[in-house]
């Protein structure tokens, strides 16, 4: 006798898609991730990405360009508005740098592709990573004509379709990991810009509220804090402009006169800053002027002064981890579950037997 399961599968709900935190440094660890829907749903994602960045980068006349994974110049040097220390290798008898961001060398591509260019490649920071944070991470970089306004202007455009195709692609997939597609329909439909202050004015509505501006002397940042307030205070995506120039690298085109601000600009979503951007010197004069206030030798970067003296070129650039993005887009709140591959708690030694990829 057949018996007919009459239960309807209408109201069955899929089960959550969570994360199995495979990032320790147990043996085997990295299975549990090759038999997850969790990544089976990142590596989709990342696809995506790639796909989506680079139809949108063509749109906008940019050209992709190939690189070198060795820097000999880094864009987090040692020096004031230094967030990070660089990650020094020898290849092949060199000593060289692993790429912190490909900023310079995209500028050094304006001057071939002077529509604009873009690439998404590793980039490596020395800091410990956290919740926030990976010292590897995938970063979506490009450079363009023009000031800061034509740059906030490409990248909102950009987080945007990044946002629509993820929800139109993926959206049911999402929904199982995030909980909710509604974040991802709020980017891409907003009208018009997203809202943006300086930081000038962000101080201001930050005042009295304690552990959200930090202080230095003579240059002053947000704290993490500062930035999820001001995401409640404003908007859930925003813009805060023009920071003390001394806070950010020294390659940030000066933002006043005065030369106290930069003409930088962070969009904040999701856990805080994802993308930073800015505008660059134009000229050797400014360069030197800023190596000199941040206490930067000029000697680590001659041929960029070089370059700028003998091509001068108003541009803007920009960078956004994609696992900061990945994060916001499902809704999670530790960036250690998002890599396919695993960089963090590795033997800092050569181990007895790998037992990790």
């Not at 490649?121 to 023009?146: C, K, V, W």
């Not at 660059?280 to 206030?293: P, S």
Request: aromatic letters at 10%; proline letters at 6%; a negative charge.
């Amino acid at each position: 006798m057949t018996i007919l399961d009459t239960t309807t599968t209408a109201s069955v709900k899929p089960a959550a898609v969570r994360p199995p935190h495979a990032w320790g440094n147990e043996p085997g660890a990295f299975l549990k991730a090759l038999n997850s829907p969790w990544y089976k749903l990142i590596a989709d994602l990342q696809d995506l990405i790639h796909s989506t960045t680079a139809e949108y980068a063509a749109s906008r006349g940019l050209k992709a360009l190939y690189l070198p994974l060795t820097v000999r110049t880094i864009t987090c040097p040692t020096g004031l508005g230094s967030d990070s220390e660089p990650v020094p290798v020898t290849v092949n008898g060199v000593d060289t740098y692993l790429p912190d961001s490909n900023q310079f060398m995209l500028e050094y591509g304006m001057r071939l592709a002077p529509g604009g260019c873009y690439n998404i490649m590793p980039s490596f920071r020395g800091e410990e990573p956290d919740t926030t944070h990976l010292n590897q991470y995938s970063h979506s970089e490009a450079e363009i004509p023009g000031g800061i306004d034509d740059l906030i202007d490409y990248v909102e455009g950009y987080v945007k379709a990044l946002a629509g195709a993820a929800l139109e692609t993926y959206g049911d997939r999402i929904a199982q990991a995030a909980g909710d597609t509604s974040h991802l329909s709020r980017m891409a439909e907003h009208q018009g810009h997203f809202p943006r202050i300086t930081f000038e004015e962000a101080v201001s509505l930050l005042e009295g509220e304690d552990g959200c501006v930090r202080d230095e002397g003579s240059w002053r940042t947000l704290t993490r804090r500062g930035e999820h307030k001001l995401m409640e205070m404003v908007n859930e995506f925003m813009w805060v402009t023009h920071f003390d120039h001394l806070s950010v690298p020294f390659y940030q085109a000066f933002g006043d006169e005065e030369q106290l601000t930069a003409a930088n600009a962070d969009l904040f979503f999701g856990m805080g800053e994802v993308v930073g951007s800015g505008e660059r010197h134009a000229d050797a004069e400014q360069i030197r002027k800023a190596l000199a206030m941040h206490q930067v030798p000029e000697r680590d970067y001659a041929w960029y002064a070089e370059m700028k003296q003998e091509l001068p070129m108003r541009t803007s650039g920009f960078g956004m981890g994609l696992e900061r993005f990945l994060m916001w887009v499902l809704n999670h709140d530790d960036i250690r579950d998002v890599p396919l591959v695993s960089r963090v708690n590795e033997d800092k030694k050569w181990p007895e037997s790998v037992h990790r990829p």
